[in-house]
Each structure stands twice: as structure tokens, then as C-alpha cells.
């Protein structure tokens, strides 16, 4: 069998564009500004009412802030029950059980404190 020449074999450079092996052809731009799950985007409302919580505890109202981080970790608790594992973004970082239990025991606490710790005289 002969051996084709340079001009009998197609330029394969000339009809396809070179793309690294590494890149993925489909991928958007690395310069994205939204989350890209339906629980990076309840992450980003749980961290907002948790700095909101902050906030009020920094301006004075401690019982009302800490109810407010309180609530937030309670509601990421349930956001953690609710979503699949590929869907739940940030709020997944263990086992789906064990992230609940651990955010609703936190959040449960934080609410219990800020309502049984009594007033102290100034």
C-alpha cells in the first residue's frame, strides 16, 4: 500500500480550530457574577440575612440579631433537607443528614440563647 502524499491527506489544522485538551469548548467565561445552582442562590440569601444579623448586633439590638442568624441557619437547614445533593450548591458539605442537623442545632441554639439569657444591668 503506498504511502499518500502531502496533498492527497486533508490540512486537519486548516478545518478545525485548536483547542486545548484541558478546555471545555462549551464552557461560559470564567467572569460569571450569578451562582450556577438553585442553592448557591439560597447560600448567597442565608449569608445576606446572616450579615443582616450581624448588622443588628452591631447597632445594639443583640436578642434581635441573633434571631435573625438564628433564623437564617435554621432556614439553610431546611434548604439542605430539601435540595439534591448536585443542586444544593454551598449549603452541601457533608452528608445531607448531618449538614441539617448540624445547622438546625446551631440555629436552634442561637434562637434558644438570645431568648432565655436575662437583661443585665448596665
Known amino acids: 500500500m503506498p504511502v499518500p502524499s502531502e496533498e492527497d ?14 478546555v471545555d469548548e462549551h464552557a461560559e467565561h470564567d467572569d460569571r457574577r450569578y451562582p450556577s445552582t438553585i442553592g448557591g442562590a439560597f447560600y448567597l440569601l442565608i449569608l445576606t440575612a446572616t450579615g ?15 434571631r435573625c442568624v438564628g433564623g437564617a ?3 439553610a437547614a431546611i434548604c439542605r433537607l430539601v435540595l439534591r445533593d ?11 443528614f448531618v449538614d441539617a442537623v448540624i445547622l438546625a442545632g446551631l440555629g436552634l441554639a442561637l434562637f434558644f ?10
Open 52 to 66: 443582616v444579623g450581624v448588622g443588628i448586633v452591631a447597632s445594639g439590638d443583640w436578642r434581635l440579631g441573633i
Open 73 to 75: 441557619l435554621c432556614f
Open 113 to 122: 440563647l438570645a431568648l432565655t439569657i436575662p437583661d443585665q444591668p448596665a
Open 86 to 96: 448536585r443542586d444544593a450548591g454551598m449549603l452541601a458539605v457533608r452528608n445531607r
Open 9 to 22: 491527506v486533508p490540512d486537519a489544522s486548516a478545518s478545525e480550530e485548536k483547542v486545548p485538551h484541558d
